[in-house]
């Protein structure tokens, strides 16, 4: 579905269901370059907002605290008051908005009843943050609709505590921040402890981005996620110990680690190693960048991808064989997974034109080995969180 004709559904489902003609914002989607799994350990990370949206229209309800939230592609509603906002079952939608709701609360920002009908065309469990986009779209929106001058960067910090404390996912800042800033046909560089960043020009010369669904539903939400961070932390405190400056993975070398390992688990010490590499190949995948070195580009992927399969231990069986096909094919020149990993998409580097044959070809072989289709997506880069165009 184009953006255009969504916006159009949910405007029309709005005003059917509410009356009113509502506020509208769309908050896109993302894809990481480079960088996985680095946000939450203060770590760089190398992002894109895209093509691909949540559209949520809001309006004021006149109440003074009844609320009513509508997830168009669920057909679900969740009716609460704002006197009482508390998390819903695990896994469910409702947490996302919920969560920001009562993180603005926190802050005292003051809200008054509101009804919201929401609705994306971002695919669900693919590695590419509806739930980032959800919560960004809540956020932007409540803070025009309540004209309450929340600056963007702060909204990405209620979205990230959202996350945290209704979601239960200790999630880093990345989705949220790529997301909510994003730059037409710009990455962002990010520096995940001091939120500065830096847009860089995104132009692949003779290679476009393609995107593979695996079609196997990965969960944030599930104790794998928080079992890595937990993982990171773990080594931080033996390297304290040792090395009194380092607060975070992002300020260790291989060497520090390298004076700890005998103090470290085995699965701890190679955790921890991905993450200080990660960082390293973010900075690099920058400079190649600016260099236009797309080859160099290509093989720091590869690179990443090897490091979260057996090293940070976050791939699945379906993510390595369309890596391993890649690296096969002549016209892709860098292949890693994307994402928090068990499921989700391949991002690759593909010459232009040549995506088509190369699903082809692995298309059949996949159906039978997984029992799964392949989804493909091609996508442009794109602004971040923003009001949307009401339809003609």
Request: hydrophobic share 35%.
């Amino acid at each position: 579905m184009t953006t255009t004709t969504l916006t159009d559904k949910i405007q029309s489902l709005f005003t059917e269901k509410h009356g009113s003609t509502p506020l509208l914002i769309q908050s896109p989607g993302r894809i990481n370059l480079i960088g996985e799994h680095t946000d939450y350990n203060d770590g760089f990370v190398l992002p894109a907002a895209i093509d691909r949206y949540i559209i949520c229209a809001l309006a004021r309800n006149g109440h003074k605290d009844h609320c009513s939230v509508h997830a168009a592609d669920f057909g679900e509603t969740c009716e609460f008051s704002l006197a009482e906002v508390s998390p819903q079952e695990r896994g469910s939608w409702k947490n996302y908005v919920l969560g920001v709701v009562a993180e603005m609360q926190q802050l005292g920002r003051e809200l008054s009843g509101f009804d919201i009908v929401f609705g994306g065309n971002i695919p669900n469990g693919a590695g590419l943050s509806s739930s980032a986009a959800l919560e960004n779209s809540i956020a932007f929106g409540l803070d025009q609709l309540f004209d309450l001058g929340i600056p963007r960067k702060e909204m990405t910090l209620i979205s990230q505590r959202a996350e945290h404390h209704f979601a239960g996912v200790k999630c880093g800042i990345m989705d949220q921040f790529a997301s909510m800033l994003g730059q037409k046909d710009h990455a962002l560089f990010l520096d995940c402890r001091s939120l500065d960043y830096t847009p860089v020009p995104v132009d692949f010369n003779d290679y476009e981005l393609l995107l593979i669904n695996t079609n196997v539903k990965h969960s944030l939400a599930d104790s794998a996620y928080n079992d890595r961070r937990n993982s990171c932390e773990a080594g931080v405190r033996i390297l304290r110990a040792r090395f009194p400056h380092i607060k975070a993975l992002r300020d260790a070398t291989e060497n520090d680690l390298g004076e700890v390992k005998h103090q470290l688990d085995e699965e701890v010490y190679a955790r921890c190693l991905y993450i200080i590499r990660e960082n390293r190949r973010v900075q690099q995948a920058v400079a190649a960048m600016k260099e236009d070195d797309i080859p160099r580009l290509g093989s720091l992927l590869f690179a990443s991808h090897e490091g979260l399969q057996h090293q940070y231990e976050v791939s699945c069986p379906e993510l390595d064989y369309l890596v391993e096909k890649a690296k096969k094919n002549p016209d892709i020149t860098g292949s890693r997974m994307m994402g928090g990993g068990f499921g989700g998409c391949t991002i690759n580097l593909i010459k232009k034109g040549r995506a088509d044959s190369f699903v082809q070809g692995i298309k059949q072989e996949y159906s039978n080995t997984f029992n799964k289709e392949l989804s493909t997506y091609s996508v442009s880069l794109t602004n971040g969180t923003s009001l949307a165009e009401p339809p003609e």
